[in-house]
């Protein structure tokens, strides 16, 4: 029976390009895969003829002499023409024409190509750390060199983290020349898996160091100072490169990341910048008006006048006596805020000049008579 015709095979003209091949033979070779067809007694012929088609019209020089003497080239009748895949073995050089497919298609799965080496993981970057660091508001507000300790791993002193005994260098794994990975035939599959003698790292080491027992690296705390700009907030990311834990192999060591938490204060409450205190004051002061002393972040005093009248809720600022901004964009400003206290415990003298200051006060409370006059309206519109 005589063969068909390679283009006819995967189904593309004599003027498709070497994508055009590689994408006909990809849809064939999934189409017509024995394992996909156990019902059909022609399938792995025909597979094995599409796998014979693209490995010759894959390569440019195979595919010049198809093209100009056809299956002739092939098969021994054009003398010392290049030679390719053997009627007696159907396919030829399956294993490389299917395994260019195979990791086309499943090589991001595989972790990359093999030929080039993309599964190797020799030496690897260390991990990032973090350190939930947590401060006062004094310590945010003037800034801080803050030591601490970090349990981490980190590069092996008796082998400078080679993991190998006495410093010396890992050597080329045998089993699988340095790649990383190894490849087994499964039937018609060329499997790609990573090498059980270097565990993917495509080196081994003869004597492991007895310390770090090959890995390069041994737990340790380390001391380190850190200094914590003024003006940081809870939720503040302070980096410090290089901190991290060692890497593997004398891969580069990963970053320590500071995560800042500012403690509540008694006193004050922060808001971005700005400062608030609230300050209690008599009943005698708000109405009369004073002056009232009041505490500052820096450890100063600012005396403050209150207005007479003052209600509850009253705010008074104080410029620039607020947090300053993390990258020195100004400072915040102070927010003193009054509460009027209403006076407990009070002594049978006191409540009788409470009540008579009440019956002589009808007239003093804006408040309490605009509330009021309020009520009546809505009383008079509900019985209306």
């Not at 408040?367 to 309020?374: G, N, P, R, V």
């Amino acid at each position: 029976m005589a063969k068909r015709d390679f283009y006819e095979v995967l189904g593309v003209s004599r003027g498709a390009s070497a994508d055009e091949l590689k994408k006909a033979y990809r849809k064939k070779a999934k189409e017509l895969h024995p394992d996909r067809n156990s019902d059909n007694p022609n399938a792995e012929s025909q597979f094995k003829e599409v796998n014979e088609a693209y490995e010759i019209l894959k390569d440019a020089e195979k595919k010049a002499a198809y093209d100009r003497f056809g299956h002739a080239a092939f098969d021994g009748g054009m003398g010392g023409g290049p030679r390719g895949p053997q009627r007696g073995h159907p396919g030829g050089d399956f294993n490389s024409a299917f395994s260019d497919v195979f990791e086309d298609l499943f090589g991001d799965f595989m972790g990359g190509r093999g030929g080039g080496g993309g599964g190797r993981q020799r030496a690897s970057r260390g991990l990032d750390l973090r350190y939930n660091m947590r401060i006062t508001l004094e310590e945010a507000f003037t800034g801080a060199q803050k030591s601490i300790r970090v349990p981490t791993l980190a590069a092996c002193e008796e082998c400078s983290g080679t993991g190998a005994e006495g410093g010396a260098e890992p050597v080329t794994c045998p089993t699988c020349s340095g790649m990383g990975k190894v490849r087994a035939q499964q039937g018609f599959f060329t499997v790609e898996r990573t090498c059980p003698t270097c565990s993917g790292m495509g080196q081994t080491i003869k004597n492991p160091c007895q310390t770090c027992h090959g890995s390069g690296r041994e737990e340790k705390e380390r001391a380190l100072s850190v200094n914590i700009p003024a003006g940081v907030e809870t939720g503040t990311r302070i980096r410090l490169a290089g901190e991290g834990e060692a890497g593997m192999r004398g891969g580069p060591p990963g970053d320590l990341y500071i995560f800042v938490e500012v403690a509540e204060h008694a006193i004050f409450e922060r808001n971005g910048t700005d400062l608030y205190c609230r300050v209690p004051v008599s009943m005698a002061s708000a109405a009369l008006g004073g002056d009232v002393e009041v505490p500052t972040i820096d450890g100063g005093r600012s005396r403050v006048k209150v207005p007479a009248g003052s209600q509850s809720g009253r705010q008074m600022r104080l410029r620039s006596k607020g947090m300053p901004a993390l990258r020195g964009a100004g400072t915040g400003d102070m927010f003193i805020e009054i509460a009027v206290e209403t006076p407990v415990n009070l002594t049978g003298r006191q409540k009788e000049l409470l009540r008579e200051f009440g019956e002589l006060s009808e007239d003093n409370q804006p408040e309490t008579s605009k509330f009021f006059s309020k009520v009546k309206s809505f009383w008079d519109g509900m019985t209306g």
